[in-house]
C-alpha cells in the first residue's frame, strides 16, 4: 500500500506528526473527509512479513520501541535527585506506533472518569480534576473505533460497563485455563468476571484473517494482521483515498510557526538527515504523551519562548504513570498460557475509589500470561527459586507451563511536579535535547498498589494456587501509558488544549494522544486515545470546512 | 504495564541497534548452516571450553540436553561479536579472575573444563554472586530459550524441555483447565 507524494514546498491542508493509535485515526478521518493529509513517523513503516517471534529482538532489545542507544532518556525522582540514564519510558516507534506491539486490551472508561474529582474532592498535592468532556460525549467515538479497528468481546458482560450503543462489533476470543480458573475463582469470591475486551480479530473482519492464537502479542508485531493496529486497520484506508503520504524515517525537530503566531508546517529530519520543511494549513500532533510535549517545549521561538501552546506553563507536566500491581502464581497441571492472547478474563470490581479504603485509587485485575521462555528462566521465577544448576533447571521446566500472572491496572494521581522536560545536558543521535523523566508515586497510588496486591493473593488462593510470588508493590517500573502533558480543560491557564484537543495558544494546531487526559482511568489507555482522535478529527473538519484553520 | 521483568534483562544486556541484531541472525544463521564446524570468534578455543563448562553448570545435561546440547557456547560468541560487544570486557575480566579463583581453590588443576562436576559446582558458587556470573547466566539461558537463529537452543531443545510448542498456530483447548470450557 502506498499513497502519493506531496510535495514539502506546497502547503497540504493537515500535517499529522506520529503515526500511532492517534494519528492514524486522525489521518483515515481527515483523508477520507477529502482532504490531503502527510503523516509524519520517526520510525520504519514495516509490515506483518517484517514481523517474527523473537523473544530477543522484541523483548530483551528494543525491536518495536524507542531505542536509548540513539534516543537516551534521563530520569530522577525529583529536581532534587541528580539524573540517571535509564529507559523510564517506552513507546511504538514505526507506523502504527505503540498500537503495533501493545497487548491488545480494549477498554472504555467509566461514567465516573471523567468526572472523579466532584466525586471525591480535592487530593493535596495534585491535580486532580474533572474532564471538560463527559462519557456520553466520546460514547459514539468509542463505538466508531470499535467498528474500525475490530474489537472482540461481550457487551453487558462487565455490569460496571457504561451504557453503549452498538455492541462489539466481534464475539471475544476463546478462554484460556487462566481464564477459567480466575472465572470460577472471582464468582466464589461474589465478584464479576468478563471475557476482556481485546483489539484482536476473534473472526475474519474487513479483509483482515482471525486470530491464530500463536501467542506473541505484547511486545510483538501481529504477523496474521489479527491485532488492531492501526498499521493494519485505518491506515490502509487512508492511503487508499489517494490524499494521505505516510513518511516514515521523518523525526521532527520543530513545528514551525508564521507572523500571524499560527503553525505553518514542521521541519524534520528525513531518513539521511537532512531537515526538510514541509508546509501545512494545520498541525495535528500525535508524538505520544512524552514526545508530543518534547516536541512543543523544542517548538519555542520569541513569540512562545517557553514552547509552542505552552501559556498555561503546563506542557509537559502532570505526567501520568503506567501503575499496577503483578503477581505469579503455580498450578497444579499445565496451563500453557504461552498459546493465545494474553488476556481473556478480568474483573472490574475494584475499578471505582472508596473513601473507605483511606486512599483515592482503584484498579481493574486480569489474568494473564506475561512471560516468553527466557523472560520467565530469567525474571518470571519465584525469588527463592534456585538461580542454576539442576534444581533451577528442573524447576523452569516444570513452572513453565503451570504459571500464570494476575496485573491489576491501577491510578496514576496527576501531579504537576512529575514531568517531561528537555535534558539540559544530553542530546540524541540528531543532536537534539534528550527528554528528561521526572517522577515520583503519589502516596495514594503506592496504597492503591498495594491494596490490590493483596486482593491478587485473595484471586490466586481461591484458584488454588500451589505458590504465589512476585514484585513488591511499590517496584519502580517503565511507563508505557504516556499520559496527562498536554491535558484537556476549559480553561487556558489551568489546561493546554481544549474540549477538542486544539491548543488553547494557536488555533490550526492539535495534540491528539494520551496527553491529553485529564486523570489516568485505570490504565488501558487506547480506547479513550482513539476515541478522543476520532472526536477530535470530526471537529477539524467542521472547523476547515468553515474555513477556520487556515 | 513493563513490571521490572523486562527491565533487569536491559539492566544486564545493554540495547542495541536494528543493524546489529540483523548481523548477529545473518552470522548465526551461517553457523548454524555450517554446524559445529565454525570458527569461535571472540573465544579461543580454551576460553570457549572454560565457559561451555561453566554454562553447563547453570544449566546441566543430567535430566535432558542442556547448555552443552543446545550450542550455548556458539550463542555467546556470536553475541559477543555482534550485538553485546560491549560485554566482552567483562568476559575478558570474569574469565582472568575465575581462573586465579580455579588455581587457589583446585591447585593442581589446568582448566576450569577438565574439574570433576563436583569442583566445577564449588567453582561456580565461589563466583554466583558477581556480575560476571549474572551475564554469563543471562547469557546461557538467552542462547538455551532464545530463538534458534542466534546460533543456540539447537533442535530447539531448549523449547521442549519446558513445554514451549514453537507453532504458528494454535487451536484451544489450550491447558487442562480450559479443556471443558470451549
Known sequence: MSGPKFQPSEPIDFLVIGAGAAGGVVAKELSTAGFNVVVLEQGPYLHEGDYSHDEIKYTVQPGLTNDPKVQPITYRKNENEPVKMIKAIEYGRQVGGGSVHFTGNYWRFHESDFHER????????????????????????????????????????????????????????????????????????????????????????????????????????????????????????????????????????????????????????????????????????????????????????????????????????????????????????????????????????????????????????????????????????????????????????????????????????????????????????????????????????????????????????????????????????????????????????????????????????????GSNFVTSARQQPTATIQALAYRAADYMIRGAKAGELS | MNFSRRDWIFGSLGSLAWASIAAAREHAHEAVLKRNAVEFEFFDAHNAAEIEAIATQILPSDDGPGAKEAGVIYFIDRALKTFDTDKQEVYRNGLREIEDIRKSLFPQSESIASLSNQQQIELVRSIEKSEFFEVVRTHTVLGFLGNPSYGGNRGKVGWTYIGFEDRMAFEPPFGYYDREAQ
Not at chain 1, 493473593?457 to 494456587?465: K, N, S, V
Open chain 1, 118 to 513: 466532584s466525586l471525591f474532592g480535592d487530593i493535596p498535592g495534585t491535580a486532580f480534576a474533572d474532564w471538560p468532556i463527559s462519557y456520553a460525549d466520546l460514547e459514539p467515538y468509542y463505538t466508531k473505533a470499535e467498528y474500525d479497528i475490530g474489537v472482540s468481546g461481550i457487551a453487558g458482560a462487565n455490569p460496571f460497563e457504561a451504557p453503549r450503543s452498538k455492541p462489539y462489533p466481534l464475539p471475544p476470543l476463546p478462554v484460556k485455563s487462566s481464564g477459567v480458573l480466575f472465572e470460577r475463582a472471582t464468582k466464589k469470591l461474589g465478584l464479576h468476571p468478563f471475557p476482556a475486551p481485546m483489539a484482536i480479530l476473534s473472526q475474519p473482519y474487513r479483509g483482515r484473517s482471525a486470530c491464530v492464537h500463536c501467542g506473541f502479542c505484547e511486545s510483538f508485531g501481529c504477523e496474521m494482521r489479527a491485532k488492531s493496529s492501526t498499521l493494519v486497520s485505518v491506515i490502509p484506508v487512508a492511503e487508499s483515498t489517494g490524499r494521505c503520504e505516510i513518511r516514515p524515517h521523518s523525526y521532527v525537530r520543530k513545528i514551525a510557526t508564521d507572523e500571524r503566531g499560527r503553525a505553518s508546517g514542521a521541519i524534520y529530519f528525513d531518513a539521511n538527515r537532512r531537515e526538510v520543511f514541509q508546509r501545512a494549513k494545520a498541525v495535528v500532533l500525535c508524538a505520544n504523551g512524552v514526545e508530543s510535549a518534547k516536541l512543543l517545549l523544542l517548538s519555542k521561538s520569541s513569540r512562545f519562548p517557553e514552547g509552542l501552546a505552552n501559556s498555561s506553563g503546563l506542557v509537559g507536566k502532570n505526567l501520568m504513570w503506567d501503575n499496577g500491581s503483578f503477581a505469579s502464581a503455580l498450578f497444579e497441571h499445565p496451563l500453557n498460557e504461552f498459546k493465545s492472547v494474553q488476556v481473556t478474563r478480568l474483573v472490574h470490581d475494584y475499578y471505582s475509589a472508596d473513601p473507605k479504603r483511606g486512599f483515592y485509587g482503584g484498579g481493574a485485575i486480569d489474568a494473564r500470561f506475561d512471560f516468553y521462555p527466557a523472560g520467565f528462566a530469567l525474571v518470571g521465577m519465584p525469588d527463592d527459586a534456585p538461580k542454576w544448576g539442576a534444581d533451577y533447571k528442573k524447576m523452569i521446566g516444570k513452572y513453565f507451563t503451570r504459571t500464570m500472572s494476575l496485573l491489576a491496572h491501577s491510578t496514576s494521581l496527576p501531579v504537576e511536579k512529575n514531568s517531561v522536560t528537555l535534558d539540559p545536558d544530553l542530546k540524541d543521535a540528531w543532536g537534539l535535547p534528550a527528554v528528561r523523566v521526572t517522577f515520583e508515586q503519589h502516596p495514594d497510588d503506592i496504597a492503591n498498589m498495594k491494596w490490590l496486591l493483596a486482593r491478587e493473593h485473595e484471586i490466586f488462593e481461591a484458584m488454588g494456587a500451589k505458590k504465589i510470588w512476585g514484585p513488591p508493590a511499590d517496584v519502580f517500573t517503565t511507563s508505557r501509558h504516556l499520559m496527562g502533558t498536554c491535558r484537556m480543560g476549559l480553561d487556558p491557564k489551568k489546561s493546554v488544549v481544549n474540549s477538542h484537543s486544539r491548543t488553547h495558544d494557536v488555533p490550526n494546531l492539535f495534540v491528539v494522544d
